[in-house]
């Protein structure tokens, strides 16, 4: 934050005259100033008015400077709050805190003693060292000409971890501006140009007394990042400043050769993952070094440090490497030799037996399994592909090696049996609790609803004329309402039988001819069926399950047997009805549901009178994917048919006179209407403690004992209802709980528009004591 401009005071402080006390007071002159001769005139006056019995503000303008007047008594202790209000007013800033921090501002007093004068200049800076000492940051929001100080405490603030965020940037140029402001967060750039900060930046991080407040990175190879408050930040960048101006070196520092003998590895071996780990590391070094062309080249295994490499020879003969480097890059260089020359141990197995919850232990083996198996050739072929003599070394084999991890599932106990290292077990056991994790569980209620009606209307006439006893002419006509049969088995048919059906038969005798010459058949017939049927199922997310409920009628068949024709009846299978419902739900992030679903209705139109052929039976079947909501019904499906027939029997040309043609035929009239929806509503059962399930099977229960009493209903379930004298518990239902929605939602979510929404933080903002 930029010095304070001088200001005219507040109309509401008292001047105070004191002439010659000009100078520009800086934090560490301030004692000077106060046991300066000025200010004991100062203080001698301000006793005497205390004398006098006058009430004494608590500031008061003094030409430059201003005059706080702390009482000694510590039970009238000036508090935080106060004091902020008397920075505001004196300063022209604007102060703000939330909730929490002015809870500490009204509690904390300032624990100083009798006046005190601060020059205007310098007042800001006094209050920063009051607000540092009780551990208050002063955060700067907003433009320089609109902004607004927020005051943080830095403890017991659960976002006290994210101040660093809110500090302002400061040109380096700009940091003996903000050396007299120790509570103000700052963040700057300091370049160290004979430093190469990414080597000291472990040791300069000792530095840092507040890690919540004080950031130190390197960015790039001489430059620092540095964050903290204003006074540390300037002293702090003033001390790497000498520090980088010391270090510069007056002359070439030239490379040293060493001859390092290895006890137990092969120098061809070391040599291999010795320029592997130093090309990584160059790598590490960032763009700028690859700019300047320091990225190591060749197979010697090179890393630049002052325009000159490192580079790594074999002696194959003594077994040695012949290293030249850089005097600083030698010790680096003897460190990695003597941790690859070590005597190689075949590593311990590490066993382990994980117990699973919630998935089968082969199911969880088998994608363990092939996952492992294509991270570890992918890791192949990318080490493959980099080049260099290491990727085919005996020591990156054993390497793999020993990085193998073996997993087996015990289908009896439900664990698995690991073999891995410690470090890719802790990696496999990451994944395995990722994936033994509760599915959800849903429960999918299926409804056919099916109307059926039919209307048959049939009339029919049949005539019969024959002279049986004598040698004249006969006539018949025969719809199917009747058969003609020889009663006295002389040849010539001589009675009619009338098939009795539904409806009237109705017909004239004669004794003489046939009996019956005329036949009038009439009926009428309707009917409607309303079938429901509602299979249910529940079923884990991204599971399968299968409901099926038939009705089986058994079937006979009949042979013949013998030469006396004698038949044998044998039982032929059954025949099936029923509803056969497979369904497997997928439950999206949205919670909305994806169903696969098949569903198969058949049932027989009419009842078994002969067990050689079973009546006719209808069929619906359904396949289908489908995307749902929770907790709605909605139709995934569905069949209208509405059929009519109308059927004549009757004799050429005499059927179709009008009026006497019904003389001579048999109409019959049918109309066959069906309606068929097919529904499903699924619900997602989330809660861990299977609540909501035992809240669905307790209605359910409640639904079961209305129709087949509590005493058969707690069979099933012993603690189900109450006492037979005890209140019914039929007149109650037990609502299902649904979970309100957590986290972060969007204003539209609560009925708020943006506009409305500003207008709130606004009217807040506004209503704030401090903000007046």
Known sequence: MPRLPQTSPPANLIPFSTKGYKNRLRPNALMKALLSPIALILLHGLSFAQDAGQEIPPIQDAGNDYILNFSEDPSERMTLEEFVKLCQEATGLNFTYNDQTQSSLSTLKVVMFGPKVIPKEDFYAFFQIQMFINEFVCVEVGPPHISVVLIQSLTGNPRAGNIKQKGIYVLPDALDDYADQPATLITTVLTLPNLDVRQLSTSLRALLTDTNTQTLLPAGQHSLILQGFGTYIASLARLLLIVDERSAEPEDILPIFEVIPLEYAAAEDVADLLEELLDQLNRAGGASRRARGDSPQGVAGQITSQDVTTTVLVDSRTNSLLVMAMPEEMPRVKDLVARLDVEVIE??????????????????????????????????????????????????????????????????????????????????????????????????????????????????????????????????????????????????????????????????????????????????????????????????????????????????????????????????????????????????????????????????????????????????????????????????????????????????????????????????????????????????????????????????????????????????????????????????????????????????????????????????????????
């Open 347 to 772: 590593p311990e197995r590490n066993f382990h037996i994980y117990r699973l919850e919630n998935i089968k232990s082969e199911d969880i083996a088998d994608v363990l399994d092939n996952f492992l198996q294509d991270a570890d050739r992918a890791t192949r072929n990318q080490q493959g592909g980099t080049g260099g003599r290491a990727a085919g070394t005996g020591g990156g084999t054993s390497s793999r090696n020993s990085d193998q991890v073996v997993v087996v599932p015990d289908n009896n106990s439900n664990s698995l049996l690991i073999s891995a290292s410690k470090t890719r077990y802790e990696e496999v056991l990451e994944l395995i609790r990722q994936l033994d994790r509760r599915q959800d569980q849903v429960l999918i209620e299926t409804a056919l609803i099916e109307l059926t009606g039919s209307d048959l209307t049939s009339l029919g006439l049949e005539w019969a004329l024959a002279d049986v006893k004598g040698d004249g002419g006969f006539g018949v006509t025969n719809f199917g309402l009747s058969s003609i049969t020889d009663t006295d088995l002389d040849g010539l048919p001589d009675t009619r039988t009338p098939n009795i059906a539904q409806g009237l038969t109705a017909g004239i005798l004669s004794g003489g001819d046939i009996n019956l010459p005329i036949l009038v058949a009439a009926a009428q017939n309707s009917s409607n069926a309303n079938v429901l049927n509602i299979p249910s199922v529940l079923v884990n997310n991204n599971g399968f399950a299968t409901v099926v409920t038939k009705d089986e009628q058994p079937t006979t068949t009949i042979t013949a047997t013998g030469a006396t024709g004698q038949t044998q009846e044998s039982f032929n299978g059954y025949q099936e009805a029923g509803i056969t419902l497979s369904i497997s739900p997928s439950i999206s992030a949205a919670r909305y549901l994806r169903l696969d679903i098949h569903l198969l209705v058949s049932n027989f139109t009419a009842s078994f009178s002969n067990s050689t052929i079973p009546p006719p039976r209808v069929t619906r079947e359904m396949t289908t994917s489908v995307n749902v909501p929770d907790g709605d019904t909605m139709v995934i499906g569905g069949v209208i048919a509405d059929i009519q027939r109308d059927a004549r029997d009757g004799v050429p040309f005499l059927s179709d006179i009008p009026l006497l043609g019904r003389l001579f035929r048999s109409d019959s009239t049918s109309n066959n209407r069906t309606t068929l929806y097919f529904f499903v509503t699924p619900h997602i059962l989330r809660d861990r403690d299977f609540a909501d399930l035992a809240e669905i099977s307790y209605q359910r229960k409640l639904q079961a004992a209305e129709v087949i009493g509590g005493e058969r209903v707690r069979v099933v379930d012993p603690k189900f209802g109450l006492e037979e004298d005890a209140v019914d518990f039929r007149s109650f239902e037990v609502p299902l709980y649904k979970s309100p929605e957590r986290g972060e939602v969007d204003a539209e979510a609560i009925g708020l528009d943006a506009e409305a929404q500003q207008e709130l933080l606004r009217s807040a903002t506004q209503d704030r004591p401090d903000s007046q």
